[in-house]
């Protein structure tokens, strides 16, 4: 039989090595490297996978295989990313920051998926815990079973006598195979724990979610390591001081990864958004100056978002620039291309920038509208109701086309905006008659000029 071995596995990419390394030769990353005990590959199967046969090679024509093997999660927000529902078979990580509300998201879909057995794992809650904010959830699933359980053996036996239609479990980080010496969370554990989900998940049929926390800066072991695992990897965004968050699919083998679903956090769970316009727009009774609307594309999906400048005189010497939301490299920038091709003399001034709704948007299409916030700052004249923006802007002060404008222009005209400023290079913009005027324009001369004359 084969022995215990020792390795030393880098804790953020999982290279492993045969001794201590200072810095990690894959991904640079400094002291990043633990010494790891690993067993042999024969001990590490849970009893449940060894005592399955050999996997036999079977010819493709007998094999049964049908697009119809999709299960509709009930949260259509959900179904829309997996790429209309959940394959079985099929191993999801579910990542995102702690306190984001993954397991708010994984509950709700336990209690949605009525008429399939569930089977709820939690390392990290009891079972009363999750029984209490099931209740608050106000929803409940007769064949979702709870089990507060790290150890994989016993969760895979216990999976063997119920035959769920899917397990969930909460997070990956907290499992533990006993034949690995190492502590759970360490990348082996992830790893191992993962991989014989798979096999459990492949071997039955049953599709598997797996939450696993990332850190802010989305490097602690865990979630990076487990990608290459995984067949579909969704990440939950957004900031905990806010209502929204964003779910965006990164990999995923059954489907396309340019899709989105928004949630609001309500009291009783996670809400969907099915017109974010409507979220990221706030309504003032009079004109203000400092606002404007832009016209975003995330994904697939168009929708409209504020933009809020304040511009004052600086009262400390150093002026200051803040931004939430937007990269605030992209806002000196800006600001550096108003003062040199605009001639606004934005040196002197602090720049407070804000996104509404507390979500990042890394569209440059929104250029367009934190110029025109910025400039209705600076000169305190409000910008028309009326009018949105979707355009980048160029170190020359160009304003350079940006892609989907079609569908861009379209959300526009359904949120009842009557006067969209974009690009003036876009070519052969095909618009089905839409109430909206369009509003070219090729440099920031001409925007400041379309807007305050
Ligand atoms: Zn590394």
């Known amino acids: 039989m084969a022995k215990s071995k020792t390795v030393w596995v880098c804790q953020n990419c999982g290279v492993e090595s045969a001794k201590w390394i200072g810095r990690c030769p894959s991904c640079k990353e400094w002291n990043t490297y633990h010494e790891e005990i690993i067993a042999p590959a024969s001990t590490r199967d849970t009893g449940f996978i060894m005592n399955q046969e050999k996997r036999k090679p079977m010819l493709l024509d007998n094999i049964e295989a049908s697009e119809n093997g999709r299960m509709k999660t009930g949260i259509s927000e959900l179904d829309r990313i997996l790429g209309s529902g959940i394959v079985n078979g099929s191993l999801i990580l579910l990542g995102g920051e ?7 998201l994984a509950l709700q879909l336990a209690l949605a998926l009525k008429g399939k057995k569930i089977l709820y794992v939690s390392g990290e ?5 999750i029984s209490l904010r099931a209740q608050r959830m106000k929803n409940s699933n007769p064949q979702c079973y709870i089990l507060s359980e790290t150890d994989l053996e016993s969760i895979i036996n216990h999976a063997e006598n119920i035959k769920p239609g899917l397990i ?13 010496e190492s502590s759970a969370g360490s990348v082996t554990q992830v790893r191992e724990c993962a991989a014989q989900l798979l096999k459990y998940s492949k071997i039955t049929g ?37 209502v929204y ?21 309500i009291e009783t769970g996670l809400r969907e958004v099915d017109n974010p316009s409507e979220m990221f727009i706030n309504q003032h009774d009079e004109p203000l100056s400092g ?3 832009a016209a975003t594309v995330d994904g697939l999906r168009p929708f409209l978002i504020e933009t809020q400048a304040l511009v004052s005189s600086a009262v400390y010497g150093t002026p200051q620039r803040s931004s939430t939301g937007f990269d605030i490299r992209r806002l000196n920038m800006l600001l550096a291309v108003l003062e040199k091709r605009a001639g606004f003399r934005l040196g002197v001034k602090d720049v407070f920038l804000n996104i509404a709704g507390g979500i990042k948007v890394s569209d440059p299409a929104i250029d367009l509208a934190i ?9 305190d004249i409000p ?14 002060g160009e304003i350079r086309p940006v892609s989907r404008i079609e569908q861009r222009i379209g959300e526009a005209a359904k949120m009842g905006f009557k006067k969209i400023c974009i690009s003036k290079y876009h070519r052969n913009i095909q618009l089905k008659r839409l109430n909206i005027e369009v509003i070219p324009v090729a440099k920031i001369e001409n925007l400041v000029r379309a807007l305050f004359g």
Do not use: W
């Not at 702690?98 to 708010?104: E, F, L, N, R």
């Not at 809650?125 to 815990?129: A, D, T, V």
């Not at 696993?212 to 067949?231: M, N, Q, S, Y």
């Not at 968050?245 to 956090?265: D, P």
């Open 98 to 104: 702690p306190g984001v509300g993954k397991s708010t």
């Open 125 to 129: 809650e009891s079972e009363e815990q």
């Open 168 to 180: 969930i479990i909460d997070s990956i980080q907290t499992m533990n195979n006993s034949a690995l």
């Open 206 to 242: 049953t599709p598997v979610f797996l939450i696993g926390h990332i850190t802010k800066d989305g490097t602690l072991a865990g979630p990076k390591v487990l990608e290459h695992i995984v067949d579909v990897v969704l990440y939950f965004e957004g900031d905990n001081n806010y």
């Open 245 to 265: 968050r964003i779910l965006r699919s990164v990999k995923n083998r059954f489907g396309s990864t340019s899709e989105i679903g928004i949630f609001e956090m």
């Open 291 to 293: 606002i404007s609307i």
């Open 371 to 379: 110029i025109s916030s910025v400039l209705s700052s600076n000169l």
């Open 383 to 396: 910008i028309a109701r009326d009018t949105c923006f979707s355009g980048e802007a160029g170190l020359s």
